[in-house]
């Protein structure tokens, strides 16, 4: 706790001094130091409560006791590695098959999404015996190298960038194919077809479509219903696997399933799913679930597969700890109220306030739209900074994303109540309604003679 106590501006300078400025700071022109958290209120060294609008790693809540206990509880008694027979690891992938479609059935054990996704990559390669991936515009899946040839949103103008190949974003908003269209699932499965096609020609050979099942950092992107249906089956006639990364998104955010692929409908099933981030509540625990024939393919090699870490009795006793919390809490059931009643809110935002392009979302996962001009819906950009910073002053915690950072992010705990929503769009009207006022103000002054 000695830390705790010391000057924000000494930790700061610290930070400076020892830590790289290529791991950025939230708020960086004033950031906040937090030294606690409960629930979905963050405190900082004054004792100041903000809303947590930003964590969707504090899946069911920040330091929630019982997710603490069971970690605590376990690192009493044993932590090891998953090469010791031990109950938690086949508990705990019991419980997530019982989530999960059947065929869903094998499962494997990491400490972050990144390496899920890695994995997933490696198990679709060895699988199709192809080398290809087909990811959408504006994608992200991790930071480790594998992963930065197929996240063009971060990585796109890196040196040495390898050449992937991208679709269309299916952004029913900003895209090609907007809420005017007949079908838009058919449009973007289209193009998805076309550019598999188009590297056929070339002698390339698709190993996996990977996406989101709702694209965050591209934007909150809710995909037409039927749009993952109609891609799989281009993706596997091309001879590839269909990976659905559900780090973000999983566990119940979206309300209506447990999983976010489920909106695309009853039939559709993936190959391999990867999870991460909300899995431990903040804890460094991560998951494939693949297919028995991916799965066998890969074992098939020879090659073990080892995470020194993975599977450990302590990981997988938080994870077991986060699905009772979910179920005992009703927090799926949560998601759907408290996200509908946000939405709500947040349109009558839109109708209010032009700025307002569009409200979109399922669940705690919504997006807002800050746009320029309804026309040509022109990203908000710097509106959309100087929003989130007044926000932070007024001690809610908020986020922007997409190609033009100018999507505002909710992806608060799921314990984030109707009170907060209330709260928080209170807030955030306010200080819209004054961002307006003072444009009224400087266009009333360039009006003067």
């Not at 000695?2 to 290529?22: C, E, G, H, N, V």
């Not at 314990?415 to 009224?440: G, H, P, Y």
């Amino acid at each position: 706790m000695a830390a705790d106590q010391r000057p924000k501006a000494d930790t700061l300078a610290l930070r400076q001094r020892l830590i790289s400025s290529s791991c950025r700071l939230f708020f960086p022109e004033d950031p906040v130091k937090i030294v606690r958290a409960q629930g979905q209120y963050m405190y900082d060294e004054q004792g100041a409560e903000y809303i947590d609008c930003i964590s969707n790693v504090a899946h069911v809540g920040h330091c929630h006791p019982l997710v603490v206990q069971a970690a605590h509880e376990q690192n009493q008694v044993l932590n090891t590695n998953s090469r010791y027979l031990h109950d938690n690891i086949v508990d705990y992938a019991q419980r997530l098959s019982e989530t999960l479609p059947e065929q869903l059935c094998v499962f494997y054990f990491l400490n972050s999404g990144s390496e899920a996704n890695d994995l997933a990559l490696r198990l679709a390669r060895h699988y199709t015996g192809h080398q290809d991936v087909v990811v959408l515009d504006h994608a992200y899946h991790g930071h480790l190298s594998s992963l930065i040839d197929i996240s063009p949103y971060k990585f796109r103008n890196l040196d040495g960038q390898k050449e992937w190949v991208h679709a269309p974003l299916p952004d029913t908003y900003r895209g090609p194919y907007r809420e005017d269209h007949p079908n838009p699932a058919m449009a973007y499965a289209n193009e998805v077809k076309r550019v598999v096609s188009s590297a056929q020609e070339k002698g390339r050979k698709i190993a996996a479509f990977f996406a989101e099942s709702l694209p965050s950092v591209g934007g909150q992107i809710i995909p037409p219903a039927g749009y993952f249906s109609q891609v799989a089956e281009h993706i596997r006639k091309a001879g590839g696997v269909f990976v659905a990364d559900e780090i973000q998104v999983g566990f119940g955010r979206v309300g209506k399933h447990f999983w976010a692929f489920q909106l695309q409908g009853k039939d559709f099933v993936p190959d391999i799913v990867t999870m991460g981030k909300s899995i431990g509540n903040g804890h460094p625990v991560a998951c494939v679930a693949a297919t028995q024939p991916v799965a066998r393919a890969f074992e098939a090699t020879g090659v073990e597969y080892f995470n020194t870490f993975g599977g450990s009795p302590v990981s997988c006793a938080v994870g077991l700890a986060v699905l009772n919390v979910l179920e005992k809490e009703q927090l799926q059931d949560h998601a759907t109220s408290v996200g509908s009643f946000l939405m709500q809110l947040l349109g009558q935002q839109k109708i209010k306030h032009p700025i307002v392009g569009d409200v979109r979302g399922v669940g705690l996962f919504i997006g807002v739209d800050l746009i320029k001009d309804e026309a040509t819906r022109t990203p908000a950009t710097e509106e959309a900074a100087y929003l989130v910073s007044r926000l932070k002053e007024n001690y809610v915690l908020l986020s922007t994303d997409g190609p033009g950072r100018n999507i505002l992010k909710f992806k608060p705990p799921m314990c984030f109540s109707l009170d907060n929503a209330r709260q928080v769009v209170a807030k955030l009207d306010a200080i819209l309604t004054d961002m307006e006022e003072k444009v009224r103000s400087c266009e009333t002054l360039r009006l003067q003679p």
